[in-house]
């Protein structure tokens, strides 16, 4: 989208959207010009306490550096980059009176400082490198151009009138709790370590702008001077390709008002409420396709405006094969569904179809989402169990494996019952290895997910989705290979799976259970294909962890090798929920008995041990650990 639609398009929503008398709609001026104009020109910038601390995660810094890289790699010069709302307040402490509080836009304002900040430290960096090889008139160019980069946009010369001084300060301040740490970010000066989460995240952008953004671009360079350009197009590039639109109010009020409307947590701009108004419009002259529309929107707009944008999300990349940021779903959506201007009955239908088919996906999504399973009882397949049904709860409620519902929803319109349930149960045994043990790239496992989404709707319309099926596991198992190895598996199960660890116990629970239903597969030789047992359906959330050493054994029977291993994945099974048993801190010859009768068959196995001690617990731990690789494999 080019800085001048986004910029009209932002005028109109400003004043048309938000209910402000005409005078407050004379204080609400937006403009688009490039960050660097904005960074360079504007007044400071400053973060209102009551704002959220800084919240990008992982993945939306890395949709930011992809943004950067195309933005390089196409040579666009007006690439948008979203809007910001602030509110022009007066400071009579400085010279310069006037300042920004930001109201909404922080978390991209932030990250585009942190990237300048990059900028200056990889200069100076450079620096370095050029004397170390002798060459000082490149190392004062790039002290230069560190100084130039820091002062014009970094910083700025505050003048405080009232103490008499001049001091250097950032042209943003974060909030209170966050501040400290930015400004240490930006000065490249050490900071106590400190457990706020925010700290950590403004941390970890840091580090991924410089390791996956300049690394990158500077990486395939050895000479300084090579290197020195690449800087200079980057920083040159984000600073006048990149545009944001500005909307700055002069009165709060009518600022805070502004706010609630182009906040994605307000109800009046979100993206399905756009995309209702849209859709509707387009049906004007059609009352009877504008009806039956308007009563779908009702249907996916019932729980409220959040509820149906979270669909939206998750929607648009099972259909595109890859996800939008906020700033550009409605957008995106609007060109994938409804870039249409209806001009005959025909038309306007085809408007009216689109709407229906989004609220039966939306419904069949609502019920993925909760991991209740979305086939009705005339659907179903015989040849479908009820285990294989209750693989969809783990996935997504246990393991907590939301990153999966963009494929889920593809597969639940695309292919029947019994496909999909072997889908849940592959991207089950994935979730557990790759993502929740290993701590894999969400990512690598997302950009997999988004384009086999979009590939079996296209094989669903050719009915040919045997080549998507098998590209779907290859890619998976590749993922595996190179971020979840055999090795790197059984390390972090020892490491993870703890009882110690409380946030874990969902993942041990999903540990027994699962091997338990391969247990008679795992007896015989584990000869090909693993095959599971589907006789009974446990709920996991009823199953008890056991220890098998006891928690708090009794003077007598406290063995040391196995006190500081108690809470350990090799000290551990858990007793089915039938068992209804409760063994305590009982010794090991007093439970044999009790695991002699247990339905679990991995605990049953307990009983046939002659004792527990340190060789029995090492013994099982290894056959854990073996018995693991061969069941959660793609």
Known sequence: MGATSCCDYMQCVAFRDVSVSPRSAASVKPSSLPVGELLEKRSPFRVPRYQRPYAWDTERIDEFIDDILNLLDSGESDHFFGSMV???????????????????????????????????????????????????????RLDIFAEETSNKYLFYERYDVEEGRKTLEPRLRLSKEDDPK?????????????????????????????????????????????????????????????????????????????????????????????????????LDGYPKLQED??????????????????????????????????????????????????????????VATRTQALADEFQKFQLIEKGQ???????????????????????????????????????????????????VHLLEKFAFRYKNICDGHATAASKHYYSMAKKLRQAAASSDST??????????????????????????????????????????REFFTTLDDYWSWLQMGAQGSPKYSSGSVIDIEQATIEHIY????????????????KHRLGNLSYWDPRDNVTAGNKSFSEKQSLFKLSKSSCTQALASLPVWDLGQYKSRLETLLQDACKVFVI
Request: charged content about 30%.
């Open 86 to 140: 602030a509110i022009q307040i007066t400071d009579h402490s400085q010279a310069s009176t006037l300042a920004h509080e930001v109201v909404d836009g922080q978390q991209r304002l932030t990250t585009f400082y942190l990237l300048i900040a990059r900028i200056v430290k990889t200069a100076r960096t450079l620096q370095h490198e050029a004397l170390d090889a002798g060459d000082e008139r490149l190392a004062i």
């Open 182 to 282: 930015f400004r240490a970010l930006l000065s490249d000066t050490p900071l106590n370590s400190s457990p706020r989460a925010s700290h950590k995240l403004l941390q970890d952008a840091y580090d991924q702008i410089y390791d996956k953004l300049i690394c990158k671009l500077l990486g395939e360079s050895t000479e300084v001077s090579e290197k020195f350009k690449e800087l200079q197009r980057l920083r040159e590039s984000i600073l006048w390709d990149t545009f944001i639109i500005h909307i700055v109010s002069e009165e709060r009020q009518s600022g805070y008002r502004l706010f609630s409307v182009l906040n994605d947590r307000g109800k009046r701009l979100a993206v399905a409420d756009l995309l209702r108004s849209h859709t509707l419009e387009q």
């Open 293 to 350: 529309a308007s009563r779908r929107w009702d249907e996916i707009l019932a729980e409220g405006s959040p509820i149906a944008d979270e669909f939206l999300v998750d929607y648009l990349p099972s259909m595109t094969g890859g996800r939008q940021s906020p700033e550009r779903l409605f957008g995106a959506l609007k060109r994938e569904l409804f870039n249409l201007s209806p001009t005959n009955q025909a038309e306007a239908a085809l």
């Open 373 to 423: 399973w979305p086939y009705l009882a005339l659907e179903r397949d015989p040849n479908v169990s009820d285990w294989q049904r209750a693989r969809l709860k783990r996935l997504v409620v246990t393991l907590k494996h939301k990153l999966s519902l963009p494929l889920l929803l593809a597969a639940r319109m695309c292919v029947g019952e019994r496909e999909f349930a072997e889908l």
């Open 467 to 508: 080549s998507t099926w098998t590209e779907l596991r290859t890619g998976l198992r590749q993922l595996i290979n190179e971020r979840a190895p055999d090795d790197k598996f059984k390390a972090q199960l020892v490491e993870k799976l703890r009882y110690d660890h409380s946030s874990q116990r969902g993942n041990i």
């Open 550 to 565: 006891p928690q708090h054994a009794s003077p007598g029977d406290k063995n040391p090798h196995l006190e500081e291993r």
